[in-house]
């Protein structure tokens, strides 16, 4: 006969608990998961730490999987005006059109990322948009493009991809073509356009509606793709290669609304899914119909091929300051790490004297030599809530936004850590809280606000002081999906201390975020020492 203990049995039906509740609730996402018991294990802390935040600034943008469209003015960080052009498609090559054919609608169609919250009784349906960071109207201007997106650098000697930069945006608005497209009377189409939650509503002449899900929706200028599309010869319609430099694109050009000069309003959008549906109506070839009879028929251009995300930055003198001049040998009492064209914050472990000069740290050098089990260790940056809400009660500020997650990789090699790629964990409802025990998810408070984030390392830590691996510098970034680990190119390279090479890259994911935080430094006033970044490494001693 076998039996089970009953401690056993409690910890089966936690662990059950545990997976479930990962699965069902992440609104507390962090602490929750990846619990912060260590019954059998001795703490240490970290003695010597140094970490500081640099600028990025004009940064590789193009191609992203996700673009910011609009206007968000950080009271912490500054106004960012996020623009964008992407080449189009022909969705099917070489159309031909009837001497009689007459465009009777130019609509372009973005979709949201939304979430179906309900379904009325009469069919229609209630969303929510995600992604979205303010619902003030912004000034929404589209125009053909005139600059030519090349696929390849020309001046490369092998063939390299093309590199395009956030700061490109003056390059971009002046080589646009015409009048701007979307010039319908209505002001929310253009002057006053809004990130709108209602579901698109569209009648046929039959009266059948159909439903689909909320999106960026514009009347284009018919008269203006008559001449371009119906009209054009058919030479410049014959294949995508030709006509992307026939006509090279579109230009979203953002700014502020002239009825709210102070409004804010961002929005994620994957412009990948986009489209511009032409219908237009041809006299019937049939000789036993009116002579005036009529069929509707549609051309679809499709929003793909190369594109650039446009970041226009006015950054608030402190924030500039704080990453223009860091302390680097000392480290900084603050980090500030900023998506876009914004910042990173860098981390040098165990940085401090190194007697031997033999390039390992007194300290490293001291705790190779214990023989601990390493169980966990954590790097701990607390969020500064006094900076992160200094405007918290201004009704004329914006609100502040904060980035759910920051993603800590290998600065020196430009790629991840070993717990990054040891984590299989996934969450099947929200695929940016996988790798959730690497953890650097928002940790918040139960006033909603964030606290902290927490990464763990562990992996990286028995590196350092088992294998006797490098002990390399560590960059922190936002992101704004934790599944993508490839790097976009700074236009300017960052020059860091300690004989290090240029920093080069940062993660894409870090690009596409137009969010930033706040974290106290290692070097805090003794009153926030509590709150300075640490890092933890739990261990059993060998016996």
């Known amino acids: 006969m076998h039996t089970v203990s009953l401690a056993k049995k409690v910890l089966l039906f936690f ?35 140094s ?3 640099k600028a990025t600034f004009p940064v590789q943008s193009n191609n992203l999987t996700t673009n910011p469209l609009g206007v968000y003015d950080n009271p912490v960080f500054g106004k960012t005006t996020a623009s964008f052009v992407t080449q189009v498609q022909l969705n099917s090559v070489a159309p031909t059109f009837a001497a009689s054919a007459v465009i009777t609608k130019v609509e372009l169609l973005v979709p949201y990322f939304s979430t179906l919250k309900s379904t009325e009784a009469d069919g229609s349906s209630i969303y929510e948009l995600d992604s979205l960071y303010g619902t003030s109207k912004i000034k929404l201007e589209v125009f053909e493009s005139g600059y030519f997106l090349r696929d390849f650098d020309p001046a490369a000697t092998t063939q390299t991809t093309q590199l395009y930069y956030s700061d490109m945006n003056n390059t971009i608005d002046a080589a646009k073509i015409g009048v701007r497209l979307n010039d319908t009377i209505a002001p929310y189409q253009n002057d006053d356009f809004v990130f709108s939650a209602a579901e698109n509503v569209a009648t046929a002449t039959d009266g059948t509606v159909t439903r689909s899900k909320p999106g960026m ?12 599309i119906i009209n054009s010869a058919s030479g410049n319609l014959l294949n995508n290669s030709v006509f992307k430099n026939y006509f090279r694109g579109l230009y979203f050009k953002v700014g502020q609304s002239a009825t709210e000069p102070n409004g804010n309003s961002l929005s994620m959008l994957n412009f990948g899914d986009g489209k511009i549906t032409i219908t237009y109506t041809e006299l019937t070839p049939s000789t036993t119909d009116d002579e005036n009879a009529t ?6 251009l499709d929003l793909k091929g190369n594109t650039i995300s446009l970041l226009d930055n006015e950054y ?8 223009t001049n860091p302390n680097t040998s000392l480290g900084a009492d603050r980090l500030y790490v900023k998506g876009g064209a914004g910042s990173t914050a860098f981390i040098d472990l165990f940085n401090g004297a190194d007697d031997d000069n033999d390039g390992v740290s007194n300290e490293l050098a001291d705790l190779r030599t214990r023989g601990w089990l390493i169980n966990e260790a954590n790097l701990v940056f607390y969020i500064d809530r006094t900076t992160m809400d200094a405007q918290a009660g201004n009704a004329t500020a914006a609100k502040v936004y904060e980035p759910r997650r920051v993603y800590l990789f290998d600065a020196k090699n430009n790629r991840p850590l070993l717990d990054y790629y040891y984590d299989n964990s996934t969450i099947s409802t929200d695929a940016k809280l996988n790798k959730y025990i690497f953890g650097g998810i928002m940790e918040v408070t139960s006033d909603g606000k964030g606290e902290k984030y927490k990464i763990r390392i562990t992996e990286h830590i028995k590196a350092l002081l088992k294998l006797d691996s490098t002990n390399v510098r560590l960059g922190l970034s936002v992101t704004e999906n934790i599944n993508t680990i490839t790097n976009a190119a700074l236009k300017t390279p960052l020059s860091l201390p300690g004989g290090s090479s240029n920093f080069k ?27 300075k970044l640490k890092l933890e490494i739990y261990y059993t001693k060998p016996n």
């Open 316 to 323: 608030n003198s402190a924030y500039q300051n704080a990453i």
């Open 217 to 228: 929706k514009l009347q284009l200028n018919k008269a203006y793709f008559t001449q371009k």
């Open 295 to 300: 069929v509707e028929k549609t051309v679809i």
């Open 15 to 49: 662990l059950v608990v545990l997976f479930v509740s990962c699965d069902k609730d992440f609104n507390s996402i962090g602490a929750d998961i990846v619990g912060d018991d260590h019954f059998d294990s001795d703490l240490y802390v970290a003695q010597n730490i």
């Open 505 to 531: 890259y940062v993660p894409v994911g870090s690009v596409i975020s137009p969010l930033g935080t706040v974290l106290y430094g290692n070097n805090t006033s003794p009153a926030d020492e509590p709150k």
């Open 51 to 53: 970490a500081y935040s």
